[in-house]
């Protein structure tokens, strides 16, 4: 057990840790993870990559294994994973033109680029909205 929540410790910090009203963290994803299925994981998932993936593949097949808390909490633990995901890949397609008229930025330099657009004034609606969902406010 000790190992898996060094696993998840280290995937928490790795990951930004920024929080969004509309998804929820990463970390709060993992926490509910350990919390309800850390032994679960131990038991039937011992060596598996910590990959969402495939830690998500892991538990599936091994439904008869698992403890009722898991069965009933991994599933949405990997789905706020997923849908975090998805929104933070978006941020660039909803702010990619006030990067190139705020930042004079028109490449895609999305680390350099959402510095620039957290701290500017004149930022669409969209953007913000994107860069708020994705947990970067």
């Not at 949405?76 to 705020?102: G, H, I, M, P, T």
Request: glycine content about 6%; aromatic content about 6%; overall charge positive.
């Amino acid at each position: 057990m000790n190992h898996f929540r060094t696993m998840l410790f280290m995937l928490a910090i790795a990951v930004p840790s920024m929080a969004a009203a509309q998804t929820m963290r990463f970390e709060d994803s993992m926490a509910v993870l350990g919390e309800s299925c850390g032994k679960d994981i131990d038991d039937n998932c011992r060596g598996v990559n910590l990959d969402p993936g495939r830690m998500k593949d892991c538990l599936n097949r091994n439904q008869d294994g698992l403890s009722q808390k898991c069965k009933g909490d991994y599933p949405r633990a990997f789905d706020a994973l997923q849908k975090r995901l998805s929104v933070r890949a978006a941020v660039w397609k909803n702010c990619e033109n006030d990067a190139a008229k705020v930042c004079g930025e028109t490449e895609k330099q999305v680390g350099r680029n959402l510095q620039c657009l957290l701290t500017a004034q004149r930022v669409s609606v969209a953007c913000n909205q994107a860069i708020a969902a994705a947990g970067y406010r």
